[in-house]
Antibody, heavy 122, light 110 residues
Framework: EVQLVQSGAEVKKPGESLRISCKGS????????ISWVRQMPGKGLEWMGR????????NYSPSFQGHVTISADKSISTAYLQWSSLKASDTAMYYC???????????????WGQGTLVTVSS | SYVLTQPPSVSVAPGKTARITCGGN??????VHWYQQKPGQAPVLVVY???DRPSGIPERFSGSNSGNTATLTISRVEAGDEADYYC?????????????FGTGTKVTVL
């Protein structure tokens, strides 16, 4: 059974750093890209970026480029989303999702993690 | 950047048909995927490549895509179909290619 299991909820202060994780199981972790998707409170889904776990090649949405870092450790089948300096506006639910297919115009998010709630407040 | 427009809400009686539209410039030339998100849960893929269903998704869910509009159709609506629905495409029209989600539609079962 394919599973993406994310790390637990976090409460941080502005300016603090944070790394959340997404562990894949039940499939070959290096055969599928992993994406991160943000959902702010009461709002829709926003694609943040993706990583190829086989070589850690990344693409970012222009809206998130420079604000977050996506990485992966294929030895433990885990992808990460990282902030160096959090802002209150980073408060949101963050989902990891597996990308099915290798052609960007045709692939889609077939499995999702359960989400990690990040709250940034002073 | 590419914009996908959905109606904010759709209301439907049990047993009837719900149609959720997703508007975008020449969206018919793209592959459209649809996700269902129930309150407090992660999204779930319900239709991919315009009209295909993942295993485990009821045949009541179907999709179509032509011109400037893609449509997700839910037939014989049940109370359990109440959720937010999002369309999604890949946009490579600008310098920065991105996965784009629609604005989302809340389906209410009356």
């Amino acid at each position: 059974e394919v599973q993406l299991v994310q790390s637990g909820a976090e409460v941080k202060k502005p300016g603090e750093s944070l790394r959340i994780s997404c562990k894949g199981s039940g499939y070959s972790f290096t055969s599928y890209w992993i994406s991160w998707v943000r959902q702010m409170p009461g709002k829709g889904l926003e694609w943040m970026g993706r990583i190829d776990p086989s070589d850690s090649y990344t693409n970012y949405s222009p809206s998130f480029q420079g604000h977050v870092t996506i990485s992966a450790d294929k030895s433990i089948s885990t992808a990460y989303l990282q902030w160096s300096s959090l802002k209150a506006s980073d408060t949101a639910m963050y989902y990891c999702a597996r990308l099915e297919g290798v052609t960007p115009g045709l692939n889609y998010f077939d499995y999702w993690g359960q989400g990690t709630l990040v709250t940034v407040s002073s | 950047s590419y914009v996908l427009t959905q109606p904010p809400s759709v209301s439907v009686a049990p047993g009837k048909t719900a149609r959720i539209t997703c508007g975008g410039n020449n969206i018919g030339s793209k592959s459209v995927h649809w996700y269902q998100q129930k309150p407090g849960q992660a999204p779930v893929l319900v239709v991919y490549d315009d009209s295909d269903r993942p295993s485990g998704i009821p045949e009541r869910f179907s999709g179509s895509n032509s011109g400037n509009t893609a449509t997700l159709t839910i037939s014989r609506v049940e109370a359990g179909d109440e959720a937010d629905y999002y369309c999604q495409v890949w946009d490579s029209s600008s310098d920065h290619s991105s996965y784009v989600f629609g604005t989302g539609t809340k389906v209410t079962v009356l």
